[in-house]
């Protein structure tokens, strides 16, 4: 079945310092990235989404200019927390989408910031 | 608002029973329908599509789709303790948008 690599499973951090996480579709071309954050006990929360070449689309609420994403390929999609703070701590989780395919996630990245 | 419906639980049930998960959503236009588990600090894995009414069957999985009562369950029968998980309900809209639902936790007791 399809394959969503995402890299790194984990990074504890300063504060102040920027991460960048990315998220690989490996065996088919995803058209559509989706980028979510989850709390402990809490529901996925989508925070954007991205089409390779274009600008990411970000839901309300999510500061573009602190969670960068940029989705060079069909095969590549990375979000950078800029100015990492405590308060950014959470699980994030990228999925890949093309057309006729259900989203397919990746295993997520456990982001804890001193 | 489109929105996907689940009852957040938790469900709890005794090993070896079946285990009945229910879904409501609300674009009546929504085509394809997806079940997923989510354990605990894991991400979510796909574990059922359906896209047409009826039932599908996969092992001990049933996903059931109801689209004139906009309507979609999940049983797993013969529960194991490693059900135990959250499953999420996804409903594609059209585009490129899925919704998800809130999820629901599922215990199986030995």
């Known amino acids: 079945g399809a394959v969503v690599s995402q890299h790194p499973s984990r990074v504890i951090c300063k504060s102040g310092t920027s991460v960048k996480i990315e998220c690989r579709s490996l065996?088919?071309?995803?058209?559509?990235m989706f980028w979510y954050r989850q709390f402990p006990k809490k529901s996925l929360m989508l925070m954007a989404t991205?089409?390779?070449?274009?600008?990411?689309?970000?839901e309300q609420g999510v500061e573009k200019d602190k969670f960068l994403i940029n989705h060079a390929s069909l095969t590549l999609s990375t979000l950078t927390v800029t100015s990492a703070h405590p308060e950014d701590s959470s699980f994030y989780i990228c999925s890949a989408w093309t057309q006729d395919q259900p989203q397919h996630f990746g295993d997520g990245t456990r982001l804890s910031i001193l | 608002q489109k929105e996907v419906e689940q009852n957040s639980g938790p469900l709890s049930v005794p090993e070896g029973a079946i285990a009945s998960l229910n879904c409501t959503y609300s674009d009546r236009g929504s085509q394809s329908f997806f079940w997923y588990r989510q354990y605990s600090g894991k991400s979510p894995e796909l574990i059922m599509s359906?896209?047409?009414?009826g039932d599908k069957e996969d092992g001990r999985f049933t996903a059931q789709l109801n689209k004139a009562s906009q309507y979609v369950s999940l049983l797993i029968r013969d529960s194991q303790p490693s059900d135990s998980a959250t499953y999420l309900c996804a409903v594609h809209t059209g585009g490129f948008k899925t919704i998800f639902g809130a999820g629901t936790r599922l215990f199986v007791k030995a």
């Open positions: 065996d088919f071309q995803a058209t559509t």
């Open positions: 991205s089409n390779e070449g274009s600008k990411a689309t970000y």
């Open positions: 359906i896209y047409s009414n």
